[in-house]
């Protein structure tokens, strides 16, 4: 009798914790908020070099938008017209952008996990994550059945969408055939180990493909916590020079997109330490903002906003070459 209520109360349990009466269906084109053809006219904005777009793909997962302390949710369904809209607006024009002249690009909406499930893992938070991957994993096993056709794959992504792909690498590239098609993943926002993988390596090189960059971005004045618990000693570049320079100074930084839809160029020296970055206070007209921030992981893409694109670009360019070799 006690086992029965045990089961019934551990489904109620999931349900409700999830509330999803069905997973999503990623041939339905309403489930991506981007596919190549299907560009915003911000998105377009942004791509004047064509020439990537039908030798090479971009898959990218964006970073948590569902941050609201009042919804008690774990998991947000991807129907939610404001949620979509914070993806489209900011994730999609500010962060994904960066990689629209590397290659066409694919953005599939999931079930994102709340921002608390980072601060209780072992609450639920794993839970919300692994829901959240599910989603992720099943839109790019429909990429590859149905719009890859064999193209080189760039995995773009930042916090937790960085999760997400970081387990993805592991599900389908690492020591499987299809790292014969990666050029790079860029996963900003996250602690990667350094044995994480057992055949995809840090690239530590401008020009290397076939592996994983990674960065966190720090002001001067480190966030002690946060640094210790969650980046000390993980695999990390320097993403002004690509590799494992100690500084990089402001007169080589290509420049960071502001959300006033500005580049400014040569804005802040780079430092790079034991599993992080930090930077100096960026040189902008609204620098000021900057001096209240504990740290700059909000804008780990947007600061490199133009440091990504040209090595995306410069990365890709390089995969075809070699493939033609």
């Keep these: 009798m006690f086992s029965k209520i045990a089961v019934l109360v551990t489904l109620w349990n999931l349900s409700t914790f999830y509330c999803f009466s069905q997973n999503p269906n990623y041939a339905e084109k309403a489930n991506w908020a981007v596919l190549p053809g299907n560009y915003s006219k911000e998105l377009s904005s942004y791509l004047k070099d064509t020439s ?15 941050l609201d302390k009042a919804d008690e949710r774990w998991n947000i369904p991807i129907e939610d017209e404001g949620q979509r809209k914070k993806i489209i ?24 996990a709340h921002i608390r499930s980072y601060r209780n893992i072992d609450k639920g938070g794993r839970e919300a994550l692994m829901f959240a991957y599910s989603d ?5 096993q429909y990429y590859l059945d149905h719009y890859n056709k064999g193209r080189p794959i760039i995995l773009a992504g930042h916090s937790q969408g960085s999760t997400h792909l970081m387990l993805l690498l592991k599900d389908f590239f690492d020591n499987k055939p299809l790292q014969k098609q990666l050029v790079a993943a860029y996963l900003p926002g996250i602690g990667i180990k350094k044995n994480e ?45 690509w590799d494992l320079s100690k500084t990089a100074d402001r007169s080589i930084h290509r420049g960071f997109l502001f959300n006033n839809n500005t580049l400014y160029s040569k804005s802040f020296t780079t430092h790079l ?53």
């Design 52 to 66: 990537l777009l039908s030798k090479v793909d971009v898959f990218y997962v964006y970073p948590t938008v569902f």
């Design 273 to 325: 330490i034991d599993g992080a970055i930090w930077i100096s206070t960026p040189h902008f007209p609204y620098r000021s903002m900057a001096w209240t921030m504990d740290d700059y992981h909000i804008g780990d893409v947007n600061l490199f906003w133009e440091d990504v694109r040209h090595n995306a670009k410069l990365r890709a360019s390089t995969f075809i070459k070699n493939s033609e070799k």
């Design 89 to 112: 607006d900011n994730a999609i024009r500010f962060q994904a952008s960066a990689w629209v002249e590397a290659g066409r690009l694919f953005v599939p909406f999931y079930r994102q």
């Design 136 to 140: 992720v994993k099943a839109s790019f």
């Design 197 to 241: 993988y057992q055949t995809l390596k840090l690239l530590t090189d401008s020009t290397q493909t076939g592996g994983y960059v990674s960065w966190n971005t720090f002001k001067k004045k480190l966030n002690h916590e946060k640094y210790d618990n969650w980046y000390k000693g993980s695999s990390v570049v320097n993403p002004v020079t």
